[in-house]
């Protein structure tokens, strides 16, 4: 499960901030690809699998960048769900760990989603996250509640490691005989 939603969440983020830089124009067309790696270092800790420049344009190998779709919405889901869960899991009167509950048959947290589901587009999506579950702002808190097990689990197996990326200029070794034009070798 953290795989799946804690990976997620650095390469969610950094699409719209790419995007965003793009368009206010602190990204210029000839930065377009380095920035992309850039926030991909900076936020994933992933480097590019072979030297790339401006020739190239990886930003537009995933598709919501060339057909102009904002992508933040991901990212907001990513966490949005989980305060969602945690509150359906208090009107299921869930008494263990958040990661443990399970929603399955409880006319109360179902009443809460059906009303959700219901209101569909009617009204603004802050005002039904208020009365879903008691609040317009949007919060880590219960994601971080959820994976709190996990978290443990890291900083116990870490704790001799050196965590991080601290050079954002490192470029994958060439091997040799390589020329870029796909007659290797």
């Not at 800790?45 to 779709?69: L, M, S, W, Y």
């Amino acid at each position: 499960m953290a795989l799946e939603k804690i990976a997620f969440l650095p390469f969610g983020y950094l699409i719209d901030q790419w995007r965003w830089g793009v368009f206010d124009g602190r990204t210029p067309p000839d930065k377009y690809n380095s920035e992309w790696w850039y926030l991909r270092t900076k936020y994933q800790g992933i480097c590019p699998p072979t030297k790339r420049t401006e020739d190239q344009f990886d930003p537009g190998a995933k598709f919501h960048i060339p057909e102009n779709v904002p992508y933040i919405r991901y990212f907001i889901s990513f966490i949005l769900q989980f305060q969602f869960h945690e509150k359906l899991c208090e009107a299921a009167h869930h008494t263990g760990p958040l990661h443990t509950c399970d929603i399955y048959r409880s006319a109360e947290a179902g009443a809460i989603l059906k009303k959700v589901l219901q209101a569909g587009s009617s009204k603004p999506w802050p005002d039904v996250l208020q009365e879903a579950i008691g609040t317009r702002e949007i919060n880590a808190n219960s994601l971080m509640t959820y994976f709190e097990p996990v978290t443990k689990w890291l900083q116990e197996q870490n704790v001799k490691e050196t965590l991080g990326w601290p050079e954002f200029n490192w470029v994958p070794p060439i091997p040799e005989g390589y020329t870029g034009d796909g007659q290797e070798y």
